[in-house]
């Protein structure tokens, strides 16, 4: 093996490394707290965790307690020790120890699977391995607990809540420093901080977890990006559409989404004589909408597209701010095409991706070949048939487009492969903002026809596209990587007029006046307050442009010009001031 092997450069030693320290975790909780019952302790992307079944909340105060006695753990350089039992013997031996967790755990083993745990000293743990030879080879200033949280058992909504205990850990202590100030970065740009700290959405425990509500300012922000990707996709022949939030059960047993997105959804609400269910996606209505008159080669590509809201069920673990919601809208598009068509209209959809990147400064992506899992007979579409045509006809338009991509098993929709465009933000995983979806089998569920050139009837083909994805999740995107100070042109507040005086009020709303006559978002600040106080506060509020209006501004027809970074931009005539803010906001320039 190459030198890097005790490394974590290599991904197979890391993995062990972490998962060795989340059993040294368990075996400090099991020191401290005897009583508390163990559950499971993988390692994950940025270190591991282990969930645990407490009767009291696990506290910062007890992290502190279990970092002290992992430590001790470390430095006793306890071996690790693997044997095997057979499953009737593994399971009385967890019931002995009073584990319910993991007698579940083995009874719902294969009957032919290897039964295997670890020994380390006066604690034993059910696992597959592999771990460290001993508890010493885990740095004991190297780890660092960083949170708790609820999970399910299993992530099964209707099982108990556990409590997780995250944690991370390195080789070195000056990988750990550099990782925890990385989050502290994190914190600061966190959208959920951001958002209320500007004022841009709120949460309510009485309207309900995951549903988010956009106050004043950040419904601007809302509004400016859905009439961006509006007038840019009308330009390009898109016809837009709006449809109900709710379908009939029979929809979305049409669609297939029934069968395989049913967990997903909230559940279905008997209306008089008929079931409805709350939309998680748009595709079924927009089916209907082509269905409901007669089409020719001639009409296609139709490009259908909506701003849609939708609805689907996520675990409350799982919800964060507006980044991920039980409530969110779409910028959907839906593209009915003849298979001739596909690489055109493909390339004209990436086409638009990379332009609006282009527009916001989006340069840190990557594009996946989604395709789906042929064992998974469950969660796909069963017509393999349908899917080597689908999969082989958008890898070979990518190939020939020149995108560069990889390839992902089992991450396809259950209808069909789809190029993903996932983008690293500031901070934490990448996310998919964009997606282009080729799709042989809701046609053909629905009965799409259209007639071609020689009369005959023919099934089009469905590009499912979104490009902004969610509006949500994409002001969420924007808000951490600009950390509130949004381009002029998405800025809740462009400018904010300011008197020095009193005397100074009756120009400076005057000011404010002609600014907003000329569509700039504008507010005065006539409090009676010291400049200096003012100008703070219009930089905390992330205000791209102060104007400092005071005597000799009053007297001349100028602005004395200050922007959010605190920079003097000197005195000019409001005219030219106008004039420069103008061009920025209509080139929509990032700075």
């Known amino acids: 093996m190459a030198d890097n092997q005790y490394t974590f450069e290599n991904k197979v030693f890391k993995d062990t490394y972490r998962h060795t320290t989340s059993h040294i ?53 306890i071996p690790l020790e693997r044997f095997e039992l ?30 295997s745990f670890y020994k380390q000293g006066d604690f034993t743990d059910l696992c597959a391995g592999p771990h460290l030879d001993n508890t010493g080879r885990v740095k004991a200033n190297a780890f660092k607990l960083t949170s708790c949280t609820g999970a399910y058992w299993r992530g099964d909504s209707n099982r108990k809540m556990l409590q997780r205990v995250y ?17 502290e970065e994190a914190k600061k740009r966190d959208h959920r901080k951001i958002g209320k700290d500007l004022q841009l959405f709120m949460t309510d425990e009485l309207v309900g977890r995951g549903l988010p509500m956009f106050l004043p300012k950040g419904y601007t922000i809302w509004r400016e990006l859905e009439n961006y990707i509006r007038d840019k996709e009308l330009r390009l022949g898109y016809q837009h559409v709006m449809t109900p939030c709710v379908g009939t059960v029979e929809l979305y047993k049409t669609s297939g989404h029934w069968d395989h997105y049913k967990e997903n959804m909230f559940p279905a609400m008997q209306v008089d004589d008929e079931t409805y269910v709350l939309r998680p996606m748009n595709c079924p209505h927009h089916m209907r909408i082509y269905a409901s008159r007669p089409h020719s080669y001639r009409d296609l590509p139709l490009r ?21 919601v039980r409530h969110f809208c779409q910028n959907d598009a839906h593209l009915f095409v003849t298979p001739e068509q596909i690489k055109d209209e493909v390339s004209k959809v990436c086409d ?111 590009l499912h596209r979104a490009i902004l994805g969610t509006l949500d999740r994409f002001m969420a ?36 006046k002609e600014l907003e006559d000329k569509g700039f ?35 001349a027809g100028t602005v004395a010009v200050r922007t959010r970074e605190g920079g003097d ?22 700075k």
């Open 521 to 555: 978002r504008v507010e005065t600040d006539l409090r009676n307050e010291k400049i200096g106080y003012k100008i703070r506060e219009a930089q905390m509020q992330k205000i791209p442009y102060m104007l400092v209006i005071g005597e000799k501004e009053s007297e």
């Open 352 to 462: 638009l991706i990379f332009d609006v990147y282009k527009d916001f400064g989006i340069t840190d992506y990557r594009c996946v070949l989604s395709l789906r899992d042929p064992a998974d007979k469950k969660k796909y579409h069963d017509d393999d048939e349908m899917w080597n045509t689908a999969e082989n006809a958008l890898r070979e338009v990518l190939v020939e487009l020149g995108i560069d991509f990889t390839e992902e098993i089992g991450e396809a929709a259950f209808y069909g492969p789809k190029l993903d465009v996932n983008v690293k933000p500031a901070v934490g995983a990448e996310i998919t903002l964009s997606t282009c979806q080729l799709d042989f089998c809701l046609p053909m569920k629905f009965d799409l026809k259209y007639i071609d050139k020689d009369g005959s009837e023919k099934t089009p083909v469905v």
């Open 304 to 324: 259908i597209g909506e701003i849609a809201h939708d609805f689907r069920y996520e675990a409350s673990g799982t919800l964060k701010g507006i980044e991920r």
């Open 25 to 77: 975790l368990a075996q400090a909780v099991k020191r401290l707290y005897p009583d508390i019952k163990l559950a499971i302790g993988p390692a994950i992307e940025d270190g591991f965790y282990y969930d645990f079944d407490s009767e009291k909340p696990i506290t910062p105060e007890m992290l502190e307690e279990l970092e002290a006695e992992m430590k001790k753990i470390c430095k006793e350089k």
């Open 569 to 590: 931009q000197g005195t000019m005539p409001l005219a030219d001031f106008i004039a420069k803010i103008t061009v920025e906001k209509e080139t929509r320039a990032l």
């Open 86 to 115: 057979p499953r009737e013997e593994a399971i009385k031996f967890m019931q002995e120890r009073e584990e319910p967790y993991k007698v579940e755990l083995i009874q719902d083993l294969p009957e032919d699977a290897v039964i």
């Open 477 to 512: 995107y924007l808000i951490e990587q600009t950390m509130g100070d949004f381009p002029l042109w998405l800025a809740p507040v462009q400018a904010k007029v300011m008197p020095i005086t009193d005397k100074s009020a009756p120009y400076a709303e005057k000011v404010a």
């Open 167 to 183: 944690g991370t850990c390195f080789q070195k202590k000056e990988e750990l420093d550099a990782y925890l100030l990385k989050m």
